[in-house]
């Protein structure tokens, strides 16, 4: 493994059911994020990790949750997905957390490209 | 609220010069990123401006003036490569990355 990884890669799922996307990096950096990427729209944060053990909710949180239970897996889980989910997720790392300035460049994963029906 | 603007498409010719305008309001301010993103794929770093001014690197550049809210990404030498995506996002007070929609760069030969 180099860098981030994620899976599935793209799925398809019912509305009502539950998924979970999963994430992993191998540069051992403190931070992690998770956001998805509509047409039109900028990147939304959704969810991030500054630390191994904690996490805290960005701008579009409902609907999701995490965990981070070891420095190098940020799974993100849809309780109950709605057709509104239906988007491209990005999972990202950084080195430092997020509270800290500087050039702390995101380095992102290939993305999961989930629709709900 | 906090909104960042960039045009969605533009257009150049292989060879020329293109600027991408990002204008900003957002609740404080700790720097400002410029990504790329090609179609189907993760973005990935380009350049960052804390301080005014201009920061080159290789055919890319990147300007920043605070008072103004505003920031551009200058592409020179432009290569059919370039055709992407280019997204601009500020670092706000709670250190959160806000993002812009991005500038699709079409590239003609």
């Known amino acids: 493994i180099a860098g981030i990884t994620q899976a599935p890669t793209s799925q398809i799922l019912a509305a009502g059911r539950r998924m979970t996307l999963r994430c992993t990096q191998d540069m051992r950096h403190n931070a992690m994020y998770w956001y998805r990427q509509d047409l039109g729209l900028g990147l939304r944060l959704i969810h991030y990790?500054?630390?191994?053990?904690?996490?805290g909710k960005g701008e579009v949180p409902d609907g999701y949750s995490v965990s981070r239970a070891n420095t190098d897996d940020f799974p993100l889980t849809l309780a109950s997905a709605v057709p509104s989910q239906t988007s491209v997720y990005f999972c990202a790392s950084s080195e430092f957390p997020s509270s800290s300035a500087g050039t702390d460049t995101q380095y992102f994963g290939p993305g999961t490209r989930l629709t709900v029906l | 609220g906090q909104n960042i603007d960039q045009p969605t498409e533009m257009t150049a010719t292989e060879g020329a010069i293109v600027q991408i305008n990002c204008t900003y309001q957002t609740s404080g301010f700790n720097g400002l990123f410029w990504y790329q993103q090609h179609a189907g794929e993760a973005p990935t770093f380009l350049s960052y401006n804390v301080l005014d001014g201009l920061e080159e690197k290789g055919r890319f550049s990147s300007f920043l003036s605070r008072s103004k809210g505003y920031s551009y990404l200058l592409l020179k030498e432009l290569q059919m490569k370039d055709s992407a995506s280019y997204l601009c996002a500020v670092r706000d007070s709670n250190y959160q990355l806000i993002w812009g929609a991005g500038t699709k760069l079409i590239i003609k030969p």
């Open positions: 990790s500054n630390t191994a053990g904690t996490t």
